[in-house]
């Protein structure tokens, strides 16, 4: 069965640092997203993108974050200086198609920022 | 905004007991509800979706129910096991723009032995 999936399952950073988390998504599949979560806390939406392109995103979702599909396969969230409060788990998913197809998840990102 | 609670927050029963998981949204303009299912630490397993246009939509021991008008989705579990022990989400999307998902908090789910 196909499946989205993100690499690594667990990254730890210092602070101020760069990273880039990886996500290839179902390959027939148009519209990518990334939450996340903080622990404890609800699943929150970040950007949606479609069409090599931001589609939409969430007022968390500032300038310290982008998105890049640098191939046909791979979805990539890149966090440019990292702080405490990124820490949480990152979740990437996809939809074949809008107006009410199921979404599917990635296993998830755990990052931790030191 | 669309809203989404879930009640209880955590629940434990013994195993073999029928359960109830309880979904609200505020807003009833929604394409579909999907309910979840996530392990400690680990990724959102899609358990079930229910259109809008559908009242109830079954995959083996679960069943899920939509109440589009009064803005609530229950999902019943029958003959709880211990590896049904998770967190349980409800999702709906967003009507406008790229269809993002508004999730509710979940509930714990523990069965025991």
């Known amino acids: 069965e196909p499946e989205v999936t993100q690499t690594p399952s667990h990254q730890v950073t210092q602070m101020g640092q760069e990273v880039i988390l990886r996500c290839v998504p179902i390959?027939?599949?148009?519209?990518f997203y990334w939450y996340r979560q903080i622990l404890g806390q609800k699943v929150e939406f970040l950007v949606s993108?479609?069409?090599?392109?931001?589609?939409?995103k969430s007022e968390i979702f500032d300038d310290q974050f982008s998105v890049e599909r640098p191939d046909g396969s791979n979805f990539t969230l890149k966090i440019r200086s990292t702080k405490l409060e990124d820490s949480a788990m990152y979740f990437c998913?996809?939809?074949?198609?809008?107006?009410?197809?199921?979404?599917?998840f990635g296993q998830g990102t755990r990052l931790t920022v030191v | 905004k669309q809203e989404v609670t879930q009640i209880p927050a955590a629940l434990s029963v013994p195993e073999g007991e029928n359960l109830v998981l309880n979904c609200s949204f505020t807003d009833s303009a929604i394409y579909n509800l999907q309910w979840f299912r996530q392990d400690p630490g680990k990724g959102l397993t899609s358990l079930l979706l229910?259109?809008?246009?559908?009242r109830e939509q079954t995959s083996g021991r679960l069943n899920a129910s939509l109440d589009k008008s009064s803005g609530r989705s229950t999902l019943y579990i029958a003959a709880s096991q211990p590896g049904d022990s998770a967190t349980y989400l409800c999702a709906v999307p967003d009507q406008t723009g790229a269809n993002n998902l508004f999730f509710g908090t979940g509930t714990r789910l523990t069965v025991i032995p």
């Open positions: 998913a996809s939809i074949r198609s809008l107006g009410g197809t199921e979404a599917f």
């Open positions: 993108f479609y069409n090599n392109e931001i589609s939409e």
């Open positions: 229910i259109q809008s246009s559908q």
């Open positions: 390959s027939n599949h148009l519209y």
